[in-house]
């Protein structure tokens, strides 16, 4: 297929992909040991493949090379975590080969797809380990190719590739000793297979069955497990012009682990785990331009795995939670942070698009929970969560939280066995200990609390207060966070906006001015406001 109908068969495929990942998204989570025990897994396989859909909302009509170049280079930069890198790549291997073919897609083609996945997979990692989802990937490869020349559509193959990848997961605590000695599989390859199980029922037309509840994890073994030997997780993009790939790996590698570094040489996609981001983000401001950058603490993401694994949670959580989040990477934080999985429901809004009552309602009916707490995250939401939470059925209080960064932080005091008035009490403390503060644009020269603004200017707030000004964006960044770390705070988040901020050398810049200040940035991509910030 040509043209249009070629943008709609993958429109359709990533869609039956992305849901079948999301409905298993909790339990892949939930196996994830390696390479390090953060629990993110199933969340960053889903969050790549998401980038996917999103950006094919953009995309044109045009040729099956131009297509293909499109869903490569969104899952390139849309790709989290080390999983979501590789699968990066497996997804840029099948495009590669689709682009080359302009007739249908039959056995022989997918197998030869599958194997272009696989090698561009290993590529990928510079110190290949079996028993992940390189090892699943790679027999998926083989047995499509040792099923090519039978007499079998394209559904029926990939409905026998998903027990293949079923059996070939089944087999990776046989190949990878830490899987083992925890009792799970290998999560990553768990959801290789769930993205494939939702293409073979897109393809087939069938409904096929879930995966099998055996892989749960159970025992002190697979919860309690040592941390990484490195503290952050850190993404991000570099582009610019004859990048040097290997170059950049070579002095990467030696920040820290879990290396992997794919792209061209106009843009390279970067992962690693390390005590000193700053550093490696001035590896690539050094050749190029960052962007996407992604830095969290892996002994936090664990230490709430464990917690999250050492209750048995109940099939209907006692409270739920309603915010209101503007930006699509604001809104994936508020899902991740959610425990149970599905607790959440996100209602769009900020400074210039509030919702209704009527919208609010309509999400706290949508909980699988008995009660509800509404994090209104913005002043102008709080009268409208105030109505709803007084109409809705369920019982429902307000935390009246007034920024993303304090809806963050109440959400981390959130406890789904708890009831609601309890919740938002606690929710709402955790928020007010948060300093938060915003950089924006000025849309006109003003003059505010004795600062001079001239149009254009970025303007920094603290608190609601404006406090800074000019065409420095690092030194308005600067005064900013000074103002918020008045009070000994140990923790920083910067959530960048939809159009994002010259963060080259920040993070450098703060942790100097501020030893032993943690620094997490996240792409937030809210709109108005370049960066968010929040102290705690």
């Known amino acids: 297929m040509n043209g249009k109908s070629d943008l709609e068969l993958v429109h359709g495929l990533v869609g039956a992909a992305l849901a079948s990942l999301e409905a298993s998204r909790s339990r892949i989570d939930d196996l994830n040991v390696y390479p390090v025990p953060d629990g993110d897994t199933g969340t960053n396989l889903t969050l790549t493949v998401r980038a996917v859909v999103d950006g094919l909302g953009s995309v044109e009509v045009g040729d099956r090379p131009a297509l293909a170049h499109a869903v490569a280079r ?3 930069m849309g790709a989290r975590g080390n999983s979501g890198v590789i699968l990066s790549q497996i997804v840029r291997g099948v495009a590669d080969v689709l682009a080359q073919s302009t007739d249908g ?18 590529r990928a990692v510079r110190r290949p380990v079996e028993g992940t989802m390189l090892s699943v990937i790679r027999e998926l490869a083989e047995e499509a190719e040792r099923r090519a020349g039978e007499p079998e559509s394209v559904g029926e193959l990939l409905i026998q590739l998903v027990r293949h990848g079923e059996e070939a997961v089944a087999r990776t605590p046989e190949q990878l000793d830490v899987l083992r000695e925890a009792g799970v599989v290998d999560a990553g390859g768990a959801g290789l ?7 073979a029922s897109a393809v087939s037309g069938q409904a096929l069955p879930a995966a099998p509840p055996a892989e749960a994890p159970a025992g002190v073994k697979a919860i309690h497990l040592d941390p990484s030997r490195y503290r952050y997780c850190t993404v991000f993009v570099v582009e610019g012009e004859a990048l040097d790939l290997d170059g950049l790996e070579a002095q990467l590698e030696q920040l820290g682990d879990s290396l992997v570094v794919v792209g061209d040489a106009t843009a390279l996609k970067v992962h690693v785990h390390t005590d000193d981001p700053g550093s490696a983000l ?12 992604e830095i969290a603490n892996m002994h936090e993401q664990q230490e709430r795995r464990e917690r999250r694994l050492s209750l048995v949670p109940p099939t209907r959580s006692r409270t739920g939670v309603v915010a209101v989040v503007a930006g699509e990477g604001n809104r994936r934080l508020f899902e ?15 400074p210039t698009a509030n919702p209704s ?18 994090l209104p995250n913005n002043s102008n939401v709080r009268l409208a969560a105030d109505h709803a939470a007084e109409r809705a059925r369920l019982p429902a209080a307000v935390a009246p939280t007034e920024s993303i960064p304090a809806g963050l932080a109440a959400l981390v005091a959130y406890d789904g066995t708890r009831g609601a008035a309890e919740n938002a009490a606690d929710m709402a403390a955790a928020a007010d200990a948060v300093a938060t503060g915003e950089i924006t644009r000025a849309v006109r020269a003003v003059e505010l609390n004795g600062l001079a603004i001239s149009d254009g200017d970025w303007l920094g707030l603290a608190d609601g207060e404006p406090v800074a000004g000019g065409d420095d964006f690092a030194e308005v960044t600067l005064e900013v966070v000074g103002r918020l770390l008045a ?26 001015a501020h030893p032993g200040l943690e620094v997490e940035v996240h792409e937030g991509g809210q709109p108005h406001y370049q960066l968010l910030l929040g102290a705690e």
């Open 336 to 350: 991740t942070l959610a425990e149970p999985v599905g607790t959440i429901r996100i209602v769009a809004g900020g």
């Open 74 to 76: 969104a899952a390139l």
């Open 487 to 512: 009070e000994p705070r140990a923790l920083l988040t910067l959530l960048t906006g939809a159009e994002s901020p010259p963060l080259d050398g920040l993070v450098e810049r703060l942790t100097a």
């Open 193 to 199: 297979v769930e993205l494939l199980r939702g293409l």
């Open 282 to 293: 001035s590896l690539g401001t050094a050749v190029g331009t960052i962007d996407g950058v």
């Open 105 to 122: 897609i039959d056995p022989a083609l997918t197998a030869r797809a599958l194997r272009g996945a696989s090698d561009a997979a290993y």
């Open 357 to 374: 009552t009527a919208e609010l309602v309509a999400a706290i009916e949508e909980l699988n929970a008995e009660e509800a707490v509404l």
